[in-house]
């Protein structure tokens, strides 16, 4: 058995890993705390990812869907009658 190294690369395969660094107000740590709780997950960045897979699933949903298409079919009649601001 090859013994490991710490911080040494064994794998031949280049793995592309998009970080995304994230600042937090203290309103938004409040709710990503109570979010944690809810979802019973302890790791911020774990429960960052499952939120926006929750978060991907609701927004893409049919009823949400049906929601979104009257908000923005509102967007489209007020800027054909000029209505920027309401």
Do not use: C, W
């Amino acid at each position: 058995m090859i013994e490991k190294k710490p911080f040494v690369k064994y794998s031949l395969e280049e793995k592309k890993r998009d970080i995304v660094p994230i600042s937090l107000n203290p309103e938004e740590r409040s709710q990503l705390e109570e979010d944690k709780k809810i979802i019973r997950q302890a790791k911020d960045g774990t429960a960052m990812k499952q939120l926006a897979a929750i978060g991907s699933k609701v927004i893409h949903g049919p009823e949400t869907k049906e929601l979104l298409d009257i908000i923005f079919n509102n967007l489209r009649k007020n800027k054909r009658t000029g209505l920027n601001e309401f």
